[in-house]
């Protein structure tokens, strides 16, 4: 049974930073790409960034290039997502995700299966 349980989520000023944390349980590590996704009220859900299985490769939505950085501690089954120079926009429901694919591209331009609970980051101005 896949579990993905998120953690760090919480509100910051313009400018801050946060540390979203995905602890992943009941799979494989081998296949199955990680990455985050995200729901802001009133907007679709977005793939943000996700890792590849295969080589470690990954994928960043264009409006957090620069600022997010995604990695993955596969001794530990966490990933995580360094969030930086935080803007107001970047306020949503933050989803760790997964599935049975090499490429994080592919996750995050495509619809998982497996989804985490969420965690809200709010980002004041």
């Known amino acids: 049974q896949v579990q993905l349980v998120e953690s760090g989520g919480g509100s910051v000023q313009s400018g801050g930073s946060l540390r979203l944390s995905c602890e992943a349980s009941g799979f494989p590590l081998n296949g199955y790409s990680m990455g985050w996704f995200r729901q802001a009220p009133g907007k679709e859900r977005e793939g943000v960034s996700c890792?590849?299985?295969?080589?470690?490769?990954?994928y960043y939505a264009h409006s957090v290039k620069g600022r997010f950085a995604i990695s993955r501690d596969n001794t530990k089954n966490t990933v995580h997502l360094q969030m930086n120079n935080l803007k107001p926009e970047d306020t949503a429901v933050y989803y760790c995700v997964t599935d049975q694919t090499n490429y994080g591209d592919y996750l995050c331009q495509g619809v998982p299966d497996y989804w985490g609970q969420g965690t809200q980051v709010t980002v004041s101005s």
């Open positions: 890792i590849s299985s295969v080589d470690g490769s990954t």
